[in-house]
């Protein structure tokens, strides 16, 4: 993969300890990971608002449709416990 340079402020005393924490070989493959996994996270908050957005604007047909064949489950259910 090819990398490209970039230069990015950060606080002295983050920059300090993770100097510490990370040799010099590994730095920009951690700062890399670390990436990858934050913007992972986001797409799947993102995407995570975006369903429960969508079964809100859904919430009225899915009542409905539950409405609509409840009868049927409670049947299935009286059938299965020998009632009817």
Do not use: N
């Amino acid at each position: 993969m090819r990398a490209l340079k970039r230069t990015y402020v950060l606080p002295p005393d983050t920059l300090e300890q993770f100097e510490q924490e990370v040799s010099s070989g590994k730095r920009s493959a951690v700062i890399a990971e670390l990436l990858r996994e934050w913007l992972d996270k986001r797409r799947r908050d993102r995407l995570r608002r975006e369903v429960l957005e969508g079964c809100r604007e859904m919430m009225d047909v899915y009542l409905e449709v539950e409405q609509e064949y409840h009868p049927l489950d409670e049947e299935v259910h009286l059938s299965a416990q020998g009632l009817l």
